[in-house]
Every structure is written in C-alpha cells, then in structure tokens.
C-alpha cells in the first residue's frame, strides 16, 4: 500500500504537469456536453429534457475521454526505462500498475464530479434517491475500474507511445455509438444493432436508471456481466504482459 500510494503520488503530478492530460480529462467533457445540450438538443426527439437524458451518457463520455492519458502513462513507463530502475529498487511491482488504475479512477471520479455540478447548473434534475446516488457513485467506480484495467492492458501492449495513444480510441468512440447521445432504436439498420449489443448501451442505460429513479434489472445484470469481463481481460493481460516486459 504504501508502495502504491507513493506511485499514485507521482502519477498524480505527471497528470497536472500535462495540461493537455488535464483538458481531455475535465473539461472536454463538459465542453462536449455544453455542445450537445445547447447546439444539437433541440434537434433530437427526446421524451422530457435532454439534459436528463444526456448527462449519464456524459458521465461515462467522462470517464472515457480520461482513458487515452493512461495508455500514454503506461506505455512511457515501459519505453523509457523507469520500469528498469523500479527494478534495482524496493518497490512492489504490482504497485506501479495498481496506482495507473487508481489515478485513472480518482482522475475520472474529479471530472465527472465537475460534469454533474455543470449538468445541475444547466437544468439537471434526476429522480434519483439517496440509494440510488449511492448505487450509482458505486456502478461509476466499477466502470472505472474495468476500464482502467483494460486499459493500461492496452499501453503496455503498445509498442511506442504513438501507438499507445491510439490504441485506447475505440474505447472513447464506442460509447458515440450507444445510447449515450440518442436512444437506440432512433439509429438506422446496422448501426442500432451493434448499438444495443456492445458493453456501453447496458452500462449508460443503468446510470440513466439509477438517476430517474427506475434502474433496468436486465440492464444492470448485463452492465456489471461486462464490467467485470472487462476488468478481469485487462488484469491477466495487463500482468502477463508486465511479467514479460518488465
């Protein structure tokens, strides 16, 4: 722990000497939603305000616009030999990839804090109650947590950091795909069937539930089902590609 704690401390003051880091994990999320609510929201046929139905979609938009400093994170680690001298010293192997998760969480949890305060400021007002914040702080940090996995799975994967900051694209595209921005069915043929059968349309549609107070129990089998093959993907690759490179 102590190990962990000291290499979340240095991942920390990566991130905030990163200023690009900084905007794509706080506030292009809130830039995008500001874009869609104001801009593109009246365009939309959506029952009730947009802003309702757009921000858990935004929330987890949040938590994936933070994801390609991770993969970058990771990869420099590897490629510029820190992971050699972490070697030669008493630190717990484990700790370095355990603490990139843990930033990536607390990073993504700091930005979906100010999207929430800027979607209430905007005219946000869920259903939810007390329980359902709370089952819905916890579904967050599942997310997080399976997404984080994977992806430090993917930085250490790539072989430069070129490739590293690509290679975490499809997880921030794939959620414009699902139902985050428009309901599923409104999508045409093709598009809406790969939209109601990848991981993100279950895991928006129970964040959606649990804030208008009326969570889908399909949908929040099938979004912790996928979280959880996710997060367990990304732990054995992500420490079966450490044990080889490192």
């Known amino acids: 722990m102590s190990n962990a704690t000291t290499m979340l401390g240095r991942n920390f003051k990566h991130t905030l000497r990163n200023p690009v880091a900084v905007f794509n994990a706080v506030l292009f999320p809130i830039v995008l939603m500001l874009m869609f609510v104001y801009v593109f929201g009246g365009a939309f046929d959506i029952d009730g305000k947009y802003i309702d139905y757009a921000t858990p979609g935004m929330i987890v938009l949040t938590i994936c616009y933070g994801l390609s400093a991770t993969a970058l994170a990771v990869n420099s680690d590897m490629t510029r030999g820190i992971i050699n001298r972490f070697k030669v010293m008493d630190i717990s192997r484990s700790a370095v990839l355990s603490a990139h998760v843990a930033a990536t969480m607390l990073r993504s949890l ?39 996995w994977i992806t430090v799975a993917l930085g250490l994967a790539a072989k430069t950091p070129e490739s590293a900051g690509l290679v975490s694209v499809p997880l921030v595209m794939l959620p414009f795909l699902s139902s985050a921005i428009v309901p599923a069915e409104t999508m045409g043929p093709g598009v809406r069937q790969f939209a109601e059968y990848q991981p993100f349309t279950p895991i928006i549609e129970t964040v959606r539930g649990l804030l208008t107070g009326d969570p889908s129990t399909g949908s929040a089998l099938s979004a912790v089902i996928w979280c959880a093959g996710i997060a367990l993907v990304g732990y054995v690759w992500a420490l079966s590609t450490f044990k080889k490179r490192a």
């Open 110 to 148: 700091i930005a979906i804090a100010a999207l929430v305060g800027v979607a209430f400021a905007l005219g946000f007002r869920p259903a939810a109650s007390a329980l359902d914040w709370l089952a819905t702080i916890g579904f967050i940090v599942l997310v997080s947590f399976a997404t984080a």
